[in-house]
Nanobody, 122 residues
Framework: VQLVESGGGSVQAGGSLRLSCGGS????????MGWFRQAPGKEREGVAH???????SYADSVKGRFTISQDNAKNTLYLQMSSLKPEDTAMYYC??????????????????WGQGTQVTVS
């Protein structure tokens, strides 16, 4: 499956952005999906994750502010980000893994990655 992120940009603190991850290949409904981010000089970290049953998981740092969702008809994954903070500044990546059981929160558990979209909060 090929993944392509979009929707990144620059926003002031307190603002909102919605990231999208469109893909080709198999239906997203058969994949566990996730959003990760990596800030300069820092390790990549998990942000939000979704399994095939609709179970979601969020990093503590984004709980209550970010929402992960999926439109299977459009084969698109979303990340709605609200109340953005400067510390949310990072490159954001979507990822997918097939044949998964339960939410996957670690980057090494994912097989497919997009190229990333930059989010800058000032």
């Amino acid at each position: 499956v090929q993944l392509v992120e979009s929707g990144g940009g620059s926003v002031q603190a307190g603002g909102s952005l919605r990231l999208s991850c469109g893909g080709s290949g198999s239906s997203y409904s058969t994949y566990c999906m996730g959003w990760f981010r990596q800030a300069p000089g820092k390790e990549r970290e998990g942000v939000a994750h979704l399994d095939t049953d609709g179970t979601v998981s969020y990093a503590d740092s984004v709980k209550g502010r970010f929402t992960i969702s999926q439109d299977n008809a459009k084969n698109t994954l979303y990340l709605q980000m609200s109340s953005l903070k400067p510390e949310d500044t990072a490159m954001y990546y979507c990822a997918a893994v097939s044949l998964c059981f339960g939410v996957r929160t670690e980057d090494y558990e994912y097989d497919y990655w997009g190229q990333g979209t930059q989010v800058t909060v000032s």
